[in-house]
């Protein structure tokens, strides 16, 4: 496929994830079963701030991203659509989806927001436009102070839990649920993207890797997974970098 036309097939594409992972989010918090690492720290930040949910999003992303300054890393466009993206889905989708009544039917919309946030994951990280800020912390963590990529992971994503509990974040049964699922659910599900006639992997060579400012690499550099993978899950193979 030529370049130009590919490359609106994948803006396109990261722009769906993107949403997607946005509304999966929404759907995780209105289960009220307990929420992924960073979304505990966003709800933390609701009790304290007179912002929605997803102006949060979308400040606390930008502060992240000045973080990458010292860390050397640099954003890519797939990086600032994530910023400005994913925020406003989940305040849309809040504001369309009620909180369920009933434990079951809480159970059911939280399996629903993993899987909708399993193929937002994919979908995103398949664009191979670049990774979303709080990757970007950890890839630059990993960097920088030469510490491997599970424990930048860990030690980030613990630290955001225990401040986002402090605050009043929703720690529950969900957040141990996400931490353990999402990797092995996104894990499958990124051949599907990598094999699309647009796929940066498939114009570019199955040994490339794309890097989180967009740029590609050999396969010595490894991305990591999506904005909230867990600090269990093994980083899934991507284009990019959700």
């Not at 803006?11 to 997607?20: A, I, R």
């Not at 909180?99 to 664009?127: K, Q």
Request: charged share 10%; net charge positive; hydrophobic share 50%.
């Amino acid at each position: 496929m030529h370049r130009t036309p590919a490359l609106v097939l994948r803006s396109v594409q990261l722009l769906v994830g993107l949403f997607l992972y946005g509304a999966s989010t929404a759907l995780q918090v209105r289960a009220v079963v307990g929420v992924g690492s960073w979304t505990v720290l966003t709800q933390g930040l609701e009790n304290v701030l007179p912002w929605s949910f997803g102006v949060i999003t979308v400040v606390s992303s930008v502060v992240i991203l000045l973080l990458w300054i010292p860390l050397r890393q640099r954003p890519g466009i797939g990086t600032l659509c994530n910023v400005l993206a994913i925020g406003p889905a989940a305040d849309l989708v809040l504001w369309l989806v009620p909180e369920p009544d009933g434990l079951v039917a809480r159970v059911l919309l939280f399996a629903a927001g993993l899987v909708l946030l399993a193929v937002a994951t994919a979908c995103y990280i398949g664009a191979g436009l670049g990774t979303g800020a709080r990757d970007g912390l950890m890839v630059g963590v990993h960097e920088r102070f030469g510490w491997p990529l599970w424990l930048a992971r860990t030690v980030i994503e613990v630290t955001v839990v225990v401040v986002g509990w402090l605050l009043g974040g929703d720690v529950g049964v969900g957040t141990v649920v996400a931490a353990f699922v999402i990797g092995p659910m996104v894990q499958p599900l990124m051949p599907l993207f990598r094999r699309l006639p647009w796929s940066p992997t498939r114009a570019s060579g199955a040994g490339a890797v794309r890097t989180p400012g967009g740029g590609e690499t050999g396969a010595a550099r490894v991305a990591p997974c999506a904005s909230e993978c867990p600090p269990t899950a093994t980083p899934a193979p991507s284009s990019a970098v959700r």
